[in-house]
């Protein structure tokens, strides 16, 4: 049951519930996943597949992992590695790249507004 989620088959032929060393880098939330080694097809997409094929396999995936019960760890996990490939924690990669690009954005908005904040006290 473990899918110390997924590797992407196209780049790796290790699938889902990974191997020991990447088992270890994730912790232990990778224990509860609810996806198993052998759906790794659900959550990686083959070479060529069709538009309309991916998002249905995507869906498919999120609403596994929707059940999971380690979703959050899962999806920071993806975030913060990153995870360049895949379903992991409910989000497709693009989606990741999103909230990347967010939290980047937010990081330089809190910075920018701790500088004005000293310049305004020491001023
Ligand atoms: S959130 Fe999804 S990809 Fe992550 S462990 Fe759970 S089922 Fe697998």
């Not at 999120?62 to 380690?70: E, L, N």
Request: glycine content about 6%; aromatic content about 4%.
């Amino acid at each position: 049951m473990l899918h110390m989620p997924h590797q992407p088959l196209q780049v790796a032929a290790v699938p889902p519930q990974r191997a020991p060393a990447r088992e270890d880098q994730a912790g232990p939330w990778h224990s509860e996943a609810v996806c198993r080694r052998d759906e790794a097809g659900l959550f990686f997409a083959p070479s060529k597949e069709p538009t309309a094929a991916r998002l249905s396999r995507e869906e498919a995936a999120k609403q596994v992992c929707a059940r999971c019960p380690v979703m959050v760890e899962c999806r920071e996990h993806a975030l913060v590695q990153p995870e360049p490939y895949g379903v992991w924690g409910g989000l497709t990669a693009a989606e990741r790249r999103v909230v990347l690009a967010r939290r980047r954005r937010r990081d330089i908005e809190l910075k920018a507004a701790s500088q004005a904040g000293r310049i305004a006290a020491a001023g």
